[in-house]
């Protein structure tokens, strides 16, 4: 029978069964969050999302030990860059462009030190791990019909950033009829007034994208 777990929530408590929630890890990748990565050589502070990595390092630890679904998703592109759109390649004038020698490689190219997970958060086996050339999950990915195979109807969303992948990710889920609770302490995003703001919209008119809520409560519903 279905497990109805609640976890304290803003705007009002989210209700799940860990047989049919997926927890999602976006984009936790050594160029977002290690010093002297990508995301640092554009002058970001990663400590602004490393704050993520203990609280996350529960989560992962809770819901692999409750036999929850756990995918990982990667952002990053074909070395060929077939898979990037002009618009995506040449915007702005980065000092480093994507697929261009980086700190740790071509930067956002599969394959390279830079594009894969950081260690601490590394996928086990069984762990689908999604690559995806755009900032939400669902877009020219395999992650919609992994999760209808495992019979997933409310994914816990967790990763960086905030405002961009995670964002992105959400309201592509909402589209799709997902529950989405977002977990505040295990997003990260390089501008704190977009972490502030990201997560309040979630959360406005009634909850118009999801839930949000710190990991400990929903570590608490889960015990
Ligand atoms: N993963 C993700 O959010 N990719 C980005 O490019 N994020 C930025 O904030 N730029």
């Known amino acids: 029978a279905p497990r109805a777990l609640v976890a304290e929530a803003a ?13 999602v890890l976006i ?3 050594r160029d977002f969050l290690e010093p002297g990565g990508f995301g640092a050589s554009l002058g970001n502070d990663v400590a602004e999302l490393r ?4 609280p996350l390092r529960r989560v992962l630890a809770a819901c692999r030990a409750a036999g929850m679904t756990v995918v990982h998703t990667r952002e990053g592109h074909l070395p060929d860059l077939s898979d990037c759109p002009p618009s995506k390649l040449l915007r702005g004038s980065p000092s480093l462009r994507i697929g261009d020698p980086g700190p740790k490689g071509r930067i956002l190219i599969r394959g390279e030190e830079g594009h894969d997970i950081i260690e601490e958060l590394y996928p086990v086996a069984g762990e689908p791990v ?13 992650f ?10 409310s994914l816990v ?35 704190p007034e977009f972490q502030r703001a990201g997560l309040e919209m979630i959360r406005a008119q009634g909850g118009i994208f999801g839930w949000t809520a710190e990991s400990v409560a929903f570590l608490d519903a889960l015990a």
């Open 11 to 23: 705007p009002y408590p989210f209700s799940f069964d860990p047989a049919s929630t997926a927890l």
């Open 27 to 29: 984009d936790m990748q």
């Open 51 to 54: 704050r993520t990595i203990a």
């Open 130 to 142: 999604v690559d995806k050339p755009g900032k939400g999950a669902f877009h020219a990915t395999e």
């Open 144 to 153: 919609g019909d992994l999760l209808a195979a495992r019979g997933v109807r």
């Open 157 to 191: 969303v967790t990763g960086v950033t905030t405002e961009v992948c995670v964002h992105t990710t959400v309201r592509e889920a909402n589209d799709r009829g997902y529950e989405c609770l977002v977990l505040s302490d295990c997003v990260g995003s390089y501008f």
